[in-house]
């Protein structure tokens, strides 16, 4: 089935850091989806993106919608300790399949 | 508080022993999902119910089975559990299938081990 990759796989930051993540597909997606796992807690919804070249913004948070909507980025500002977790894109082709991608884990050293 | 509920939250048990794991949730949503986590492969769906008494095969499901019998509760069922499907598992609900792609709400995980 459609496959999501998600890069880096893993990172450490210091505390302050910008911290910059992608998620990348192999076929044409319509919508995307960043989601955030707090450690022993279920994902939470951050983003949604809905049109090539939209950038939306959370707080500290914004991802864009690639334009050759084969891809969508996350880029977090000035980082603190709460931003440790595993950060997943997930998205939905045109053939209406929706999938997660692997995550991204992010360690915020202090 | 809104939210999906799942129980327990940490579960060993032997291989072949059937196990229940309950989800609810009280958002009057129709649509919920099972999904199984493990490292490296992000979250791959088992099971969704677009309402009660639909259910349908999400791109893993083999060795599981689900039910709704009513809204709120969607059980996933081990008949015989193998190592395999040592895992963390997540059940997560939306208001309806189209309402998916606005975000779910997703439980708070089991950890299950399978010896």
């Known amino acids: 089935g459609q496959q999501l990759n998600q890069s880096p796989q893993s990172m450490f930051i210091q505390e302050g850091e910008d911290v910059s993540m992608n998620c990348t597909s192999s076929?044409?997606?319509?919508?995307w989806l960043w989601y955030k796992q707090d450690p022993g807690e279920g994902p939470v919804l951050l983003i949604a993106?809905?049109?090539?070249?939209e950038l939306t913004s959370n707080g500290r948070l914004t991802a864009q919608f690639g334009i050759t909507r084969k891809d969508s980025f996350l880029n977090i500002s000035a980082s603190i300790p709460s931003d440790v977790g595993i950060y997943f894109c997930?998205?939905?082709?045109?053939?209406?399949?929706?999938?997660f991608g692997p995550g991204t884990r992010l360690s915020v050293l202090p | 508080e809104a939210q999906v509920t799942q129980n327990p939250r940490y579960l060993i048990t032997v291989t072949g022993k059937k196990l229940t794991v309950t989800c609810s949730q009280n958002?009057?949503?129709?649509?919920m999902s099972w999904y199984r986590q493990d490292p490296g492969l992000g979250l791959r769906q088992i099971y969704y119910?677009?309402?009660?008494?639909?259910?349908d095969k999400g791109d893993v499901p083999e060795g599981y089975k689900v039910s709704r019998k009513e809204k709120r509760n969607f059980p996933l069922i081990l008949e015989s559990p193998s190592p395999n499907q040592t895992s963390l598992y997540f059940c997560?609900?939306?208001?309806?299938?189209?309402?998916?792609?606005?975000?779910?709400?997703f439980g708070s995980g089991t950890r299950l081990t399978v010896v």
């Open positions: 997560a609900s939306s208001l309806s299938v189209e309402s998916v792609l606005y975000g779910y709400t």
């Open positions: 076929s044409i997606f319509n919508t």
């Open positions: 993106l809905y049109k090539a070249g």
């Open positions: 119910s677009m309402n009660v008494e639909v259910t």
């Open positions: 997930a998205g939905r082709d045109y053939g209406q399949n929706f999938v």
């Open positions: 958002m009057n949503h129709e649509y």
